[in-house]
Structure formats: C-alpha cells, structure tokens
C-alpha cells in the first residue's frame, strides 16, 4: 500500500513535470558523457598512440647471432643468416601471427657498380620495407612484386649524382655479371638508402650468386602489453642462430612518451571527472531548490522528513541512472569519433568508464539532490509556504 | 533603478548566484585548462620526440658517391669532402637557431684493430660551445628587418645530448686524448672488456687507446668505435674536418605554406617567402643551415621528421576534440543551469509585469544578472583553468603549459554567451506569460 503509493506520487511527478525531468536528464548526461569520453580516451590511446609511432621504422633489427653484419671490411666479408632465408621467413612468418608485429621484411646488402661508381645494392621485399618505414618518400612508383627482377629504385643523392630519372635503363655489375634494371621510383629518406639501389630480394640474390641468404631483417613491433624486450626474446627463441636487437633508440624514446602521454590523459580523465560531479551536483541542487515549496506542502500534509527524503532521493536516482545510461553511451560515441578523426581505427570498448559513468550519475545526482531536501524538509513548513 | 535591483536581488539571492557562477567557474575552468594544454601540447610533445633521435643530417656538399652498409661507409679519402669543425657554431645563429636544440659531429673511417676492420667515428661527447653575441638582423625584400636576440652565451652539445638513449657499460670516455668506447658486438667479437687497452691502425698511423666504456644501441653504433673527435682527428690526420653534423631541432608540421616552400622557396612571393623563413618548418631550417655553412647539404631524416610531424598533427587533433566535446557538454551544462535558475523566479517575473514592468526591462534585468554569473564564474574558472593547466605540464613534462594568449578571452567569452543564452530564453517566455497565471504559480 505504502509502496504502491509512494510510486504512484513518484510516477505523478514524472508525467506532471516531464520538461523538468528531461532538462535534469540532459544536464547529468552532458556532464557523463565527458567522463565516459575521457575515460575511454585514457585507456584506449595508448595502444593507437603506439602504432603511430611505428611511422619511425624498425624497431628490432634481427641479426646473425654469431655476428653483427658487415663485421669485416667489405660487404662480401659480411656476415650472413646460417639457414637458408627462405626457412628463416617462414619461420618467422609462423611466428607473427602471435607476436604483435606491423611488419617484417629481409635485407641483402652487396656492394655493386654502376660504371665505375660503386654503389650499395639492397635486395628486400619492396611491400615489406615500404610497411615497415611508412614514412620514406617515393618519387614515381613502388617495385610492384616481390618476384620482379628488372626494377630498381634509386636513392635521391644517387639518383642526383648520376642523372638517374624515371624510367632510365641502370645497368648493376657485381663480379662482372651484369644486369640492366630499369628506375621505377627514386627513394627519398634521409638516411643511408639515399645513396643505395634497391632491387628485390631476388634480384639481388641472383645478382649477387647468394641465392637464398639474407643479412638482416628489419623488425616492425608495437610493445603494446608486453614490452619490446619481450618480443625480441620470443623470436630469438623462435628462431635459431639469430639475435634479435632491440632498438633502444626508439624503444626508450617510446616508453617514456607513452608513459607520459598516459598521464596526461589520466589527469585530464581526473579533471573532467571533478568538474562533471560539481557540474551535474550544481543541477541537481538548484533543481530540487526550486521544489521547496512542495516540501513544504508535502509536510504540511503530515509525510515525514524520512518520506521526503526517499521521495526525492528516488527522483534524483532515476534522473541519474537515465542520465549516467545516455551520458555514458554518448561518451563512448564521442570518443570513437575522436580515435578515428585523429588516428584511424577504434578505441576498444572498456568497462571502467560505463561503471564510472553511470556511478557519477546516480551518487553525485542523489547525493547532491538530498543535501537541499534536507535542508527543506527541516524547515518550518509555514514558512517554506509562505515563501521565504 | 536598475542597479539597485541587480545589488538587491544579488544581495537577496547570495547562495544562488554563487551557486550559479560556481557553475561556470568550473565549466570555465575545465575549457580553459584544457584548451591551455591543447594549445600547448604539439610543443612538449615535440621536444618528447627529440629523444627519438636528430631529425636532419648535415653533409659535405660533394659528387662523389657515398658507398654505405649498416652504418658501415666505404669512400677513399681522395674523394671526401668535409666540413669545417670552427663553422659548427654558426648552426645556433641561424634564424631559427633557438630552435636547435643539440648537434653533434662525426668524423669516421675505417680502422684496423685486432685484425679485422670496424669504422672508428669521432664525435662530441659533451662539449660547451661558445655562441657569438649580440642580436642578429635577417632583412627580407619585402623590406621588413626581423631581429634575433640570443641571451645564450653557451651552449651545452654532443653526443649524450642528441643521443639519450646509449647505454654505456663502464663509463663515457672522459681523458679525451686517450680513451675510447667501443660497441658492444665489436667488443664481444675482440673479447674486449673496459679497462682493455686496444690499438687502432689507420693508414700509417698506429696509436693505443684505453677502453671507458661498452656500446650498446641496438643499432650499427655496435660495431663501431667511438671517441673525441680531436683524437680521431690526430689518428686520421684531418685536422679541423668533420665528415657529418647530426642536428636535433624542433619543428614545426608541415602546412600549406610549408609546401608550398618545398620545392624552391625562392619562386615564393617576398610575402610568402619572408612568412616561410620566419616559421620553423623543417626545410627552411634546412635551408638556412645550408645558407650557414659553407660547403654544407642539410637532409631531413624523413623517418624523425615524417613520423613526428604525422604524430604531432595526430596528438593536436585528439586533444582539441576533447576540448571541444569538453566545451560543447560544459556550455549545455551552464545553460541548463542558468535556465533553471530563471524558471523558477517565474513568480517575480509574474510580479514584476504586474507591477507595470515591460518585456524588456524584464529580459534586462535577467540578462544583467546572468551576464554577471557568465563574467564572474568565467573570469574565476579561466584562472583557475590556467592554473591547472600549468600543474599538469610541470606534472606530466616538467615544463608549465604556457597560455596562449587567446585562452582567457576566448574562454570569458564564451562564459558570459553561454549564461545568457541559457537565460534570456526562458526570460523571454516567462515574460510573455500572464501575470495572473504565473502568479498563481501554474
């Protein structure tokens, strides 16, 4: 009876004053939603921020384990992989699928001449080296497979020094065998390769008479959850007789941007969480304040504080379970659209900022409508009528 | 009159204009604070970035080839050319030399030790150069003379500055003539520990050097051998002569105007041109490092320059939509709160059109009020915004988040537009309503 009637004056108050209750809705979602925004942001960036780091290229260089390469004078005393490269690939080609890799690709250095220049000639799988460093430019197009034998790209400097344009014959001698490539694209990139030829692996191999070996391979790795240290220890184990090196160049510079970049976001998480409790309090308050009166009628008629109290503590808590739902829903939209303007892709859905939001919602709303009732409800209801 | 109504209803209404303001203290404080550090932040995470390692490389200008393998380079000293160690210093008066934040030069050439050959590069380890005084003037055709100042007398360079993240086993090289550092799969191939006295051969020279310390990079500095650039010098017999500078500067991402300045900055109009050199895009630092040096090519490091301008583009975005989204949920915020606040004087409102006030003495009063709240609470948040702000960046980059100086007007701006949109809406309703029906408290 009791029950049935206090929801009854519950159900009342939302049909008589549904504009109120919807404008009290609103203000706790807007003040949620920021908190479910920067909350999901928080947690969900790093990893985004980490791939977009990857744009400076290999971050593990996997060596012969015996030895670095070009450990003698010249390149044809470098040392080289033990086991055939093609074992070697599909070993580590196994081994991506649970390691966290962007990308891999195999290097094969020779010295060559171009006339009487002598060049460094690079054989690689041009897909793979263009996803491991996404960054180098490329003037013209890219070799397009793997198998090609007859394209060849340039570096700038070298390009420039000897008047190398797109689509002019490049004849390659090694040990006086000679192959005409041809210039596909001229590579731009700031670094060595500016003054290098690169050939697919094959084409380097057969140049060279190596065929099936390698010098290194470039490792792309996102340290995500694990740490880039561990990555380099699963694929030593993983494959044998060779050394992983972990770039500490970019791997420290990583970790500590990460780590600082996290608490950023952390704090802006913290600071948009305290401004949405004062926020969504301030509604809360001046929409029960404007309520007094019916406090007092309410008295007048003989509810008890306790009755009240509940009366409005169930509105408030309604209010913010309506708005902490939308609020929190609307947050993890937000933050989707942001992740995917500023870095492409999702952020993943995570459970703390929808606990968090609808928490914000329902204590702050209840907790900040109670503290005027309250101070109603102990009020002389003459008075609260008479409208002072 | 109308002062002596706002003082009384202000006075009569203390806890709810406080309560009002205090709500667009804190929406204030939370756009102001933010939009600090959104300003700020392409900055702090640019000097970040500098740690992931220099992003341009000065070279000698030169015809001959460069034949280099895995850090490894192969050029016959007939060819080289080289740079001049005595015009290093000219890299920090360059327009944006402010901006250069470390350098350090190389000089290599392969070595014999221990029967097999390792390239030898000399370099800065931690030096003090001495920078000319006084103001420099840069005069542009457009007529304009734009004026450099540097207060640095010094400045602090090499090696550890540019590369942070060596890790050294042992100790850096500290009796410069005579001691070396070595990397670490050189090391372990020539079973070499620090303390080990090795002897580098080149050409006809032969001379001993302590071993201070283990490389390790992870990078092809593990197969090299690194010492003072003035005892490789000696070892060489190049006096004077650095091969490469490595240069760390901070820069700005690349915009329209940047590339349009690409490709020849000359072709720019004097305007343009004079806008280009003045802002620290990455190929005018180039430029005029090149314009500095004689005899000198300025490259990007693409890899460095590509991937933190991309990043820094990526990280300003995110954190101007948060700030946005903060602003837009803040302002509904306040709006909604000031409209309650005028609804529920809807009786005074009753009252005082009963009493013979007009609409529009009634939305004056109302807007007063609520401009007051806006300038007020956005004046007290905007500071108290800038305050956090700098907490955050001594807390997050040991730097305080400097203000941009269209922080507080914006954001007071946007304070006071947003409480009286929230009020003079329902102002305007309640004063078009009967007097009689609103006095009844419909």
Redo the contacts between chains.
């Keep these: 009876m009791r029950v049935r009637f206090f929801l009854r004056l519950v159900q009342r108050s939302l049909t008589h004053r549904v504009g109120k209750w919807l404008t009290a809705i609103l203000a706790v979602a807007m003040g949620v939603s920021l908190v479910s925004t920067s909350l999901t942001l928080a947690l969900g960036m790093r990893a985004k921020m980490s791939q977009a780091l990857r744009a400076y290229g290999a971050n593990i260089l996997l060596v012969p384990a015996a030895g670095p390469a070009a450990a003698g004078g010249a390149p044809d005393g470098a040392q080289l992989f033990a086991s055939v490269s093609e074992d070697l690939l599909v070993r580590l080609g196994d081994l991506s699928r649970d390691l966290p890799l962007v990308g891999y690709a195999p290097l094969l250095y020779a010295m060559a001449e171009i006339g009487s220049h002598r060049v460094a000639l690079v054989g690689t799988w041009p897909d793979a080296i263009r996803q491991v460093n996404p960054s180098w430019r490329m003037e013209g197009e890219w070799i397009t497979d793997r198998a090609e034998l007859a394209e060849a790209i340039p570096g700038s400097s070298l390009a420039q020094k000897l008047a190398l344009t797109v689509g002019a014959p490049l004849p390659l001698t090694i040990q006086g065998r000679t192959r005409t490539f041809h210039v596909v694209g001229i590579l731009s990139t700031g670094g060595s390769e500016d003054e290098q030829v690169l050939v697919t692996l094959r084409a380097a191999q057969e140049l060279a008479g190596r065929a099936g070996q390698l010098n290194l391979i470039q490792v792309s790795a996102l340290a995500a959850d694990r740490g880039m240290e561990a990555v380099a220890r699963a694929l030593e184990a993983g494959l044998p007789g060779v050394a992983a090196r972990t770039q500490l160049r970019l791997v420290e510079a990583e970790e500590r941007l990460l780590a600082r970049l996290s608490l950023l976001l952390g704090l802006i998480a913290g600071l948009v969480l305290v401004a949405s409790t004062l926020t969504v309090a301030a509604d809360m308050a001046t929409s029960v304040l404007e309520r007094t009166r019916e406090i007092g009628l309410m008295k007048a008629l003989g509810a008890s504080r306790a009755r009240v109290g509940c009366l409005f503590l169930a509105e408030a808590g309604l209010i913010g379970l309506a708005g902490g739902l939308l609020g929190g829903a609307a947050g993890l939209l937000l933050a989707q659209i942001i992740a995917r303007t500023a870095f492409g892709g999702t952020v993943p859905f995570s459970t703390l900022p929808t606990v968090a939001s609808i928490g914000v919602g329902v204590c702050v709303a209840s907790l900040a409508g109670l503290i005027p009732v309250r101070r109603a409800a102990s009020a002389q209801p003459s008075l609260v009528l008479r409208g002072e | 009159m109308l002062p002596r109504l706002l003082w009384k209803s202000v006075r009569g209404r203390k806890s709810?204009i406080a309560?009002?303001s205090?709500?667009v203290a804190?929406?204030a404080?939370?756009a102001s604070?933010?939009l600090s550090?959104a300003l700020d932040?392409s900055e702090k995470?640019g000097k970040?970035?500098r740690?992931?390692?220099a992003n341009i490389?000065v070279v000698p200008k030169q015809?001959?080839?460069?034949?280099?393998?895995?850090?490894?380079r192969?050029a016959t000293a007939a060819q080289a050319a080289y740079l001049a160690e005595s015009d290093l210093p000219k890299l920090k008066t360059i327009f944006w030399g402010y901006n250069i934040v470390g350098f350090a030069p190389f000089l290599s050439a392969?070595v014999e030790v221990g029967g097999?050959?390792a390239l030898l590069v000399g370099t800065w380890l931690d030096r003090e150069v001495l920078l000319p005084q006084g103001s420099r003037k840069f005069t542009f055709s457009t007529g304009n003379v734009r004026e450099v100042k540097s207060e640095e007398t010094s400045f602090r360079t090499g090696l550890k500055a540019i590369?942070?993240?060596?890790?050294v086993e042992g100790r850096w090289v500290e009796d410069a003539p005579a001691e070396a550092m070595i990397g670490s799969?050189l090391a372990?191939?020539l079973g070499a520990v620090p303390g080990d006295r090795v002897s580098l051969r080149a050409d006809r020279t032969t001379r001993a050097f302590r071993i201070a310390g283990i490389v390790?990079?992870?990078?092809?500095e593990?197969?090299q051998i690194f010492m003072d650039l003035a005892a490789a010098q000696a070892l060489l017999r190049l006096p004077g002569k650095v091969d490469r500078v490595q240069v760390s500067a901070l820069v700005k991402p690349d915009d329209a105007l940047a590339l349009r300045g690409k490709r020849n900055p000359q072709g720019l109009p004097p305007e343009e041109y004079e806008r280009w050199y003045c802002s620290p895009y990455i190929d005018a630092v180039l430029y005029q490092i090149e314009e500095a040096i004689p005899g000198a090519k300025a490259?990007?490091?693409?890899?460095?320059?590509?991937?933190e301008g991309?990043?820094l583009g990526?990280?300003t975005?995110?954190m101007l939509?948060?700030t946005a989204?903060?602003m837009a949920?803040?302002g509904?915020?306040v709006m909604?709160?000031m409209?309650?606040?005028v609804?529920?004087r809807r009786?005074e409102i009753g009252l005082m059109k009963a009493i013979g006030a007009g609409p529009g003495q009634i939305a004056r009063q109302f807007l007063l009020e609520a401009g007051l709240c806006g300038l007020v609470g956005g004046a007290a948040g905007a500071g108290a915004g800038l305050a956090?702000a700098r907490l955050?960046g001594t807390?997050?980059?040991q730097a305080p988040i400097v203000p941009s100086p269209v922080t507080v007007p914006f954001v007071l701006g946007l304070a006071l537009l947003v409480a009286l949109l929230g009020a003079v809406l329902p102002a305007r309703r309640a004063a078009r309503l009967d007097p009689v029906v609103t006095l009844r408290?419909g």
């Design positions: 709810r309560l009002a205090a709500a804190v929406a404080a939370l604070a933010l550090v932040i995470v970040e970035l740690a992931f390692g490389v015809d001959a080839l460069e034949v280099e393998i895995g850090g490894l192969y392969p097999t050959q590369a942070p993240w060596w890790k799969a372990s191939r390790r990079t992870g990078g092809p593990e197969d490259k990007a490091v693409r890899q460095v320059a590509e991937a991309a990043f990526r990280l975005l995110t939509l948060v989204v903060a949920a803040a509904l915020g909604a709160t409209t309650t606040t609804l529920e009786e956090l955050i807390r997050v980059f408290g």
